[in-house]
């Protein structure tokens, strides 16, 4: 039995789950691309004209900078590169960040403006008690029912009054122009709410910085507007390649009398991804004839650079090679947070029905041309991620003409498809007996956890996958009925669920009672909802309840 004590512990993790929902995917992110920016620091963006009038010039007209440039050209570096050194420069600054992504996490505007409060709280006791105590006693912000507008007005505002005005507070938001456009038109909604508070005295100087491709948008607002060229970061991508390129690749190039160096430089026109992708690609190179492959023809573009990546993958792989490498690729394409290694190696072996790999990581690294393990911040854990989202839109585009071709075609992610196969394996895990049952202590939650290793990615995002084309598939809705037709099972469900929201051992205590209904309603399955309705299936067969 929980204790008040017990009580008021539950609340405020529950409150910081609620305001930390995305902060863990956006620290890994930028953790990351510090690794990068380590290699080669843009020291250069201090010195744009455009940058220095909204760093110094108290009277720039307005407190919102905007560097675009082309996909590939390192602006995510740059983001994380100023998270870092506006610190430096700003000891006692508020720094806060937001680094989008197309996946379920970062991407909606209450989810940025909650990420940036967490991270503002985590140097302000007084931010995070005022947080705490609008987030317990107003109900539409609690449960996110509010609009955007009254959010940022009745959370954000009260809360960033309480810091010191005598420091500014910097927010730097990367690649909202990889979101979905609904969702990218709801970031630059908040984007405008920041310009409102330009020269407002009541509350600490607010600085923002957006990095993003150019964006046909009449919505951005007043900014300084700084359009990067390759001329810009040329000597950057010459120190990248002077830090990255390794001692055996070095001695290809000086095989074949070429030097890397000028190579890159001539052949980059500024993308910083194109450099990182060849360099990582002739990295699975064992010879010279290989690599002058490459050099002699070097690809012009970003995604002929991921054509001849899987051309290569495709011949240097036997057939079953090749099928491992395509559901690795559409399991991280697909889904909806990064997985780490022990669930995308669980998640691969359940939805091709084997027991185990002889070297799951080996697998991996030959797809590190595409795709990168990084330590994650959540419970120091490595997690796989592609090495930049352009090669979600190229591998999932069914036109040949922009998409993969030729022998490339067969590593290509068809996205109603992988919906549907990940959906029905997420629906085939949770179907084992293992999780007939909730757990009673912590314990046994943690043992399940740590033996089931997809079990909280499944138990979160069967629903999420199974939205939409899946949920006509007769195949799917079966086994939607058959795994939630027991109450037993839901409640095992909505444990792992809570656990994972949360990672407390509150959660062991669940609220019971859900029916297959609720659970249906919860994910949003609109057309298993009408069917189960509608169409009365045989609920004996399915020991369904629909009490």
């Known amino acids: 039995?929980?204790?008040?004590?017990?009580?008021?512990?539950?609340r405020?993790?529950?409150?910081?789950?609620?305001?930390?929902?995305?902060?863990?995917?956006?620290?890994?992110?930028?953790?990351?691309?510090?690794?990068?920016?380590?290699?080669?620091?843009?020291?250069?963006?201090?010195?744009?004209?455009?940058?220095?009038?909204?760093?110094?010039?108290?009277?720039?007209?307005?407190?919102?900078?905007?560097?675009?440039?082309?996909?590939?050209?390192?602006?995510?570096?740059?983001?994380?590169?100023?998270?870092?050194?506006?610190?430096?420069?700003?000891?006692?600054?508020?720094?806060?960040?937001?680094?989008?992504?197309?996946?379920?996490?970062?991407?909606?505007g209450h989810e940025l403006l909650r990420t940036l409060l967490y991270?503002?709280?985590?140097?302000?006791?007084?931010?995070?008690?005022?947080?705490?105590?609008?987030?317990?006693?107003?109900?539409?912000?609690?449960?996110?029912?509010a609009n955007i507008e009254y959010i940022f007005d009745n959370l954000f505002l009260p809360c960033i009054s309480t810091l010191p005005r005598d420091e500014p507070i910097f927010v730097v938001i990367d690649g909202f122009n990889e979101l979905p456009r609904a969702q990218m038109e709801r970031i630059l909604a908040v984007v405008r709410m920041f310009q409102r508070l330009y020269a407002n005295s009541d509350i600490p100087a607010l600085r923002v910085?957006?990095?993003?491709?150019?964006?046909?948008?009449?919505?951005?607002?007043?900014t300084l507007h700084?359009?990067?060229?390759?001329?810009?970061?040329?000597?950057n991508i010459e120190w990248f390649v002077k830090n990255t390129i390794s001692q055996d690749i070095a001695?290809?190039?000086?095989?074949?009398?070429?030097?890397?160096?000028?190579?890159?430089?001539e052949h980059s026109r500024g993308m910083f991804l194109w450099v990182s992708l060849i360099l990582r690609d002739l990295e699975t190179m064992d010879t010279y004839e290989d690599m002058k492959e490459i050099l002699d023809n070097p690809p012009d573009k970003i995604n002929d650079t991921y054509q001849s990546i899987l051309e290569r993958l495709h011949r240097d792989n036997h057939r079953s090679g090749k099928n491992w490498i395509r559901e690795i690729i559409t399991w991280v394409v697909t889904s909806k947070r990064d997985l780490t290694l022990p669930e995308l190696e669980a998640a691969i072996l359940v939805s091709q029905g084997k027991r185990e790999f002889r070297d799951f990581r080996a697998t991996v690294g030959k797809c590190s041309a595409i795709l990168q393990v990084v330590r994650s911040t959540?419970?120091?854990?490595?997690?796989?991620?592609?090495?930049?989202?352009?090669?979600?839109?190229?591998?999932t585009n069914a036109d040949q003409s922009t998409g993969p071709r030729y022998n490339a075609n067969i590593f290509l992610v068809r996205p109603a498809q992988a919906e549907a196969m990940i959906a029905s394996s997420c629906l085939s895990y949770l179907g084992h007996n293992a999780f007939d049952d909730i757990c009673s202590d912590d314990e046994s939650l943690e043992t399940r956890v740590q033996t089931y290793k997809l079990c909280l990615y499944a138990a979160q995002f069967w629903g999420a996958h199974t939205r939409g084309e899946a949920e006509s598939l007769p195949c799917i809705r079966?086994?939607?009925?058959?795994?939630?037709?027991?109450?037993?099972?839901?409640?095992?469900?909505?444990?792992?669920?809570?656990?994972?929201?949360?990672?407390?051992?509150?959660?062991?205590?669940?609220?019971?009672?859900?029916?297959?209904?609720h659970i249906i309603a919860r994910n949003g399955l609109a057309t298993i909802c009408r069917h189960l309705l509608d169409q009365r299936p045989n609920y004996e067969l399915y020991s369904i309840d629909l009490k």
């Not at 039995?1 to 539950?10: E, G």
């Not at 001695?251 to 430089?265: A, E, S």
């Not at 469900?493 to 859900?514: C, E, F, H, V």
Request: hydrophobic fraction near 35%; glycine fraction near 4%; proline fraction near 3%.
């Open 1 to 10: 039995m929980l204790t008040a004590f017990d009580n008021l512990d539950q």
């Open 209 to 222: 910085v957006l990095c993003s491709q150019p964006i046909k948008s009449e919505k951005t607002g007043a």
């Open 251 to 265: 001695n290809l190039f000086k095989q074949g009398g070429v030097d890397p160096i000028n190579y890159f430089r």
């Open 12 to 108: 405020k993790d529950q409150f910081r789950a609620w305001l930390s929902t995305s902060a863990n995917s956006v620290l890994t992110e930028r953790i990351t691309l510090l690794e990068h920016q380590r290699k080669s620091q843009p020291n250069w963006v201090l010195e744009l004209p455009q940058f220095k009038r909204w760093h110094e010039d108290e009277n720039a007209e307005t407190n919102i900078l905007w560097l675009t440039a082309t996909a590939g050209y390192g602006k995510s570096v740059i983001a994380a590169y100023l998270t870092q050194k506006l610190v430096e420069i700003h000891p006692s600054c508020g720094m806060s960040y937001y680094f989008c992504k197309d996946k379920d996490g970062p991407r909606e």
């Open 478 to 517: 079966q086994a939607v009925f058959q795994l939630l037709g027991s109450e037993n099972r839901r409640n095992s469900i909505l444990q792992m669920t809570g656990y994972a929201d949360l990672s407390r051992r509150y959660w062991l205590n669940i609220p019971k009672g859900q029916t297959l209904l």
């Open 119 to 145: 991270q503002l709280s985590e140097t302000s006791e007084a931010l995070e008690s005022k947080a705490q105590s609008i987030w317990s006693s107003n109900r539409s912000i609690a449960d996110l029912s």
């Open 378 to 395: 959540r419970a120091n854990q490595h997690i796989v991620t592609l090495v930049h989202d352009t090669f979600k839109q190229f591998i």
């Open 226 to 235: 700084m359009s990067l060229t390759s001329l810009d970061n040329l000597d």
